[in-house]
């Protein structure tokens, strides 16, 4: 059951993203006008330019990938996403700001195809939101399967604004383009979450509109 249930989700994701490969990635520009705000900005900055390895999970076109290979010219990079179409446009940008320490593979964060304790950093933006709670856990255990023992897990997620305008703004948008379970996902409580797969939870930062 919980197969077919992943299979179809997957065709969903393929089927969806197939469109929005093309205005995807608009999102960052309108969102995250403000450098110093951006949070994948903000995750590359966490990482330390050295050699290390960095997987970023459900990289979708790119955006965090490329803002961390080119933060840190040491790190080797590693995007995955279940679209060939948002990793398309990902190898594209990779290309055009020619950045050398990234690579993009089509794969299921559910079953990564990685040994166990392979990387040091592992990111995942902007992509629990839109997942049911089954998926999450089972991402959240891959991740802490090929992490190594003291690395690190990154998640960037939406978050509710303080100021006014902005937060207004975001009561309206999850209606227009986010599933119904948004709202209630907003209410998550990381530290307990991310415990209960063995994470250690560190801390949190927030940027505009995420944290």
């Not at 997957?10 to 469109?19: D, G, P």
Request: aromatic share 12%; proline share 5%.
């Amino acid at each position: 059951m919980r197969c077919k249930y992943i299979a179809s989700y997957e065709s969903r994701v393929r089927t969806l993203y197939r469109v929005l490969s093309k205005i995807y990635g608009l999102m960052d520009l309108i969102v995250f006008p403000n450098k110093k705000a951006n949070p994948r900005k903000g995750l590359a900055n966490q990482i330390p330019d050295e050699q290390v390895r960095v997987l970023d999970v459900c990289c979708g076109t790119g955006n965090s990938t490329i803002a961390i290979g080119k933060k840190n010219i040491n790190n080797t990079v590693i995007g995955i996403d279940l679209s060939r179409d948002m990793l398309k446009v990902a190898r594209n940008k990779a290309i055009k700001n020619k950045i050398t320490n990234t690579s993009f593979i089509e794969m299921n964060a559910t079953k990564l195809d990685f040994p166990s304790c392979s990387f040091d950093f592992v990111t995942i933006s902007l992509a629990f939101h839109e997942m049911p709670q089954e998926l999450i856990d089972l991402i959240l255990v891959e991740i802490g399967r090929v992490l190594k023992p003291k690395g690190k897990l990154y998640i960037i997620e939406w978050d509710w604004p303080k100021h006014p305008i902005a937060y207004v703004l975001f009561s309206i948008f999850p209606s227009l383009f986010e599933p119904k379970e948004f709202k209630q996902f907003l209410k998550i409580d990381w530290k307990q979450l991310l415990g209960e797969f063995g994470f250690k939870y560190l801390g949190m930062e927030h940027y505009t509109f995420t944290k």
